[in-house]
């Protein structure tokens, strides 16, 4: 089986969410699947923000020119070899060498580029693959591409497409005359990308792959519908056969509390005494009142509106002034979050910090030192926060859509045992967040109750194993002769 991944971004080379964290992850799980059975590769731009010593271990496979409509480009290959996957690298500075990964006037054109590149590349390099597997709109014109200018070529014709759509909110909608001029497209294509007077990549995709994805089984029917589906929704109930929701996991080595070296001690669910030590730490790294008991609440997300951020900020402010707890945010996004934040940290400074910025390793040391974890998403295709917490022992507490209402079991007594991972609620609005919090207070009043769900949610399993299994499952339905 040969499995060619087309993406934007990957860990531990460029990210910025989500999708990064599955790029780094998925291949490397399938990779422990298939065995010598299957060879892995993944594609994405040479971003100048990838690290030095990562380039630095970039060997240079090749070079030819990349027609883009009328534009004749420079592509470089660059290929790395890690934990038994292949990594490929589009190089173009033009397009590429740039600070940030995404938010350019030109992006269209860059990933039009870099998905013509991985069409292009696959000759040069003499790998054809099985499955070719895009993420995103950023991703989508490879499938495109394939479908539309490459399917007569020589070594083409036998390669599946399979498209995972990770936000449904972000299409890639461009004007119509970028059809011709940016996407080397023609007037007889717009029918695939036709929506609304506008192209939209994602909906071409979506026609065209021979399989569609998306990262949670709720969110696969829930995009289905018009208050979810962004404006897909018909034609996605139109391709419903061939739509699948599979939950995405975790990197359960990077994650993991045992021997994660940021903590200020590591612990097991057989050790969650020590993660207060964490909680203390932390308090006293970001200069709060250092209390063992007072329970800490955290966020930590891109501060958008479909993430909950009003909801948390209404609730929290009501916890804050009325109750006996400490918040801890951390993320960036909407200046108007940003500055309500840094506003309500001044307003509570010895109960709360608004951490804006984007750390990695800080926000490890906040899952490790809380106590309850706010997710109340206005929508979640999948969410990878409330699990990372669990993996911590920070009790998540979370609305009841997409992937947060397929991942976290509400916690309750059935036949006088605990069940459950979490806390969660239907309601869309911050009332019914503080509600759960209240009950999260009433809990964390019970210290044998508490410690019981907090290590039940470590107890979860949250690993790549069933979500890679899946999805090798549909490669090997999709390529019958490649089972066994």
């Not at 010598?36 to 090749?62: H, S």
């Not at 950023?138 to 020589?154: E, F, W």
């Not at 045992?258 to 050790?271: F, G, N």
């Not at 039940?456 to 790549?464: T, V």
């Amino acid at each position: 089986m040969k499995i060619l991944f087309a993406a934007s971004e990957c860990m531990p080379f460029a990210a910025t969410g989500g999708l990064g964290d599955v790029i780094g992850s998925l291949p490397q799980a399938l990779g422990d699947i298939y065995g010598a059975a299957a060879d892995i590769r993944v594609v994405l731009p040479l971003y100048g923000c990838i690290p030095g010593p990562l380039r630095q271990r970039l060997t240079k496979e090749g070079a030819f020119t990349v027609r883009l409509s009328w534009r004749q480009q420079y592509c470089g290959v660059y290929r790395l070899c890690q934990e038994n996957i292949t990594y490929y690298f589009i190089e173009n500075a033009y397009y590429f060498d740039r600070e940030e990964i995404y938010g350019y006037p030109d992006d269209g054109e860059r990933f039009a580029f870099f998905s013509m590149a991985v069409l292009d590349m696959l000759a040069h390099i003499g790998f054809f693959p099985d499955i070719l597997h895009a993420h995103d709109w950023q991703g989508a014109l490879s499938i495109l591409y394939k479908n539309l200018l490459y399917r007569d070529r020589q070594g083409y014709a036998g390669i599946k497409t399979v498209f995972t759509i990770h936000n449904i909110a972000y299409q890639g909608q461009f004007p119509t005359y970028m059809l011709e001029d940016v996407f080397a497209l023609t007037p007889a294509h717009e029918k695939s990308l036709g929506w609304q007077e506008h192209i939209n990549l994602m909906q071409g995709a979506i026609l065209l792959a021979d399989q569609i994805t998306t990262v949670s089984p709720t969110y696969a029917a829930e995009i289905q519908t018009p208050a979810m589906g962004c404006g897909l929704d018909g034609v996605l109930r139109t391709c419903r056969k061939k739509l699948l929701g599979i939950l995405n996991g975790i990197d359960t080595a990077y994650y993991n509390p045992a021997c994660d070296p940021v903590l200020t001690r590591q612990y097991t669910k057989a050790t969650a005494q020590y993660k207060v030590e964490n909680k203390t730490a932390l308090q006293k790294q970001l200069k709060l009142p250092v209390r063992e008991d007072v329970p800490v609440f955290s966020a930590i997300s891109r501060l958008v509106e479909h993430k909950g951020i009003d909801w948390i900020c209404t609730a929290a402010a009501q916890l804050l002034q009325e109750q006996d707890a400490q918040l801890i945010v951390l993320g960036t996004g909407d200046t108007r979050y940003e500055a309500r934040l840094r506003t309500m940290e001044k307003s509570f400074p010895e109960k709360m910090r608004a951490l804006i910025k984007y750390d990695r390793d800080l926000s490890k040391k906040i899952y490790a030192a809380s106590d309850f974890f706010l997710m109340p998403s206005v929508s979640e295709p999948c969410g990878l926060a409330q699990m990372i917490a669990c993996r911590y022992g920070a009790i998540p507490i979370v609305r009841k859509t997409g992937g947060l209402a397929d991942s976290i079991c509400p916690f309750h007594m059935e036949n006088g045992k605990l069940q459950g991972s979490g806390l969660s609620f239907a309601s869309p609005d911050p009332n019914a967040l503080y509600e759960k919090i209240l009950q999260a207070l009433k809990i964390y009043q019970n210290p044998a109750l508490y410690k019981k769900l907090s290590v039940q949610a470590m107890g979860q399993d949250y690993s790549w194993e069933v979500s890679a299994g899946a999805y090798a499952h549909l490669y090997n339905r999709l390529i019958p002769s490649q089972k066994g």
